[in-house]
């Protein structure tokens, strides 16, 4: 190696032992701002609307590229009078560029996240039945905790389109096709075939899938069409088209047809645990009974969600976890609604009968 360019490596090396405590942070804080600087302009293809965007000058937004350029000893950007445009270069770089940015963003979100209170006014969309009787009770106590959060909620069993509507938060039974959404299991969803004491004392009681037919069936509309019963039997799942003398897309009202006794229905018992406690509904078909589409939190997609989602959803699977207050009821309470049934249409009791 020529002696000068020795000199001029240890000159170099000299040079970078003398600097000052931070000045290498600070220097790769400059670096992070041209790096800034370039994803802009390479993404809006303009020094002058980078510029905007940004809130520097022009004539800083094309220092910063020539700096960056000549740092790396590339070209990034092809300039001409009417557009700039990517290098290949620059488009490797730049592609680079922009998960180091987003990396950046994820660190300062998730301690953000973790640090700041929910603040700021929250969106939700609601199912009807379940969002009145069990998110809002959680609601009203979050509101008095986190003082600084207001809330917007809508009430509709119909799936709505949460980024064109501005949601945070969605409460869904069952998922969606939407790719654009991330969603968060909250608790699952039981449902029970039921009806009346009433209805089982004039049409008797079906003890099969099959026997169904012979009476009326109460349907929930969803997406203009009555649900399907499903159930599952020796391992095999099975659907049951239904008829019977009342249908409706609100799931309160065909629960109070149902203890009109206009006939048998499939109830989620979120809706109907303190009727099967109190005897007004007695369960029928449990040992194939199926579980619906489970309960899930659904907001679009984002690295990080803000503190005032993540609080929220934290604060459901609090109340809901490890199983929901409405399920407890059932379990406690089932075998001995039975009970009482079977007694008071004159059938053994095998409660009874085991105690014996």
Known sequence: MPQSDKRSIIKQK??????????????AIDRMKDINVFVHVADAKSFTAAAERIGL?????????????????VRLLQRTTRSVSLTGEGTAFHE??????ADLDEAEMAML????????????????????LHVLPILNDFMRKWPEISISASFNDRYVDLIDEGVDLAIRIGGSEDGRLMSRLL?????????SPA??????KPENIEQLAEHSCLAFVHGGRPVEWRFSENGQARSVAINGRFAATNAEALRDATLAGYGIAR???????????AGRLIPILGHIDADGPPIRAAYPSSRHLSPKVRSFIDALLDAWRPEPPWDQACVRTNSAVD?????????PDPLRRDMR
């Open 14 to 27: 000299g040079q970078r032992d003398r600097r000052r405590p931070g000045q290498g942070r600070a220097m």
């Open 57 to 73: 000058s022009r004539s800083a937004v094309g220092k910063s590229i020539v700096r960056l350029e000549d740092r790396l000893g």
């Open 96 to 101: 680079r560029c922009v998960r180091l940015l």
């Open 113 to 132: 996240s973790h640090s700041q209170a929910p603040r700021g006014r929250l969106r939700l969309d609601l199912p009807v039945s379940f969002g009145r």
């Open 187 to 195: 608790a699952p969803h039981r449902l029970v075939t039921c009806a």
């Open 199 to 204: 209805y089982f004392a004039s049409h008797g």
């Open 267 to 277: 109830l989620a018992t979120f809706l109907i645990s303190d009727d099967l406690r």
């Open 339 to 347: 009970s009482r049934w079977r007694m008071s249409f004159g059938e």
